[in-house]
């Protein structure tokens, strides 16, 4: 996937999962932390199809494991 291609579908993503149907936040730091949040998920533990069905965490995890065997 082109590196543009995935920018706009992350921010697909966090629009479609956090901020689709907010009308307005109490604060910026509110809307901060609800992207932090949301962020924090995405890559600890939502699973992604082009990584197999693994979070990116398990997926650096296996790559660092691997390089280090090798």
């Known amino acids: 996937m082109p590196a543009a291609a995935a ?3 992350l921010n697909a ?3 479609r999962e956090t901020l689709q149907g907010r009308k307005r ?3 910026a730091g509110e809307a901060r932390a609800a992207v932090f949040r ?3 998920r995405y890559n600890t533990r939502r699973r ?5 069905q693994i979070c990116p965490i398990d997926f650096e995890q296996r790559s660092v494991t691997l390089a280090t065997a090798a």
């Open 7 to 9: 920018a706009e579908s």
């Open 13 to 15: 993503s966090l629009k």
């Open 25 to 27: 936040w109490n604060s």
């Open 38 to 40: 949301w962020v924090t």
């Open 48 to 52: 992604h199809s082009t990584l197999g």
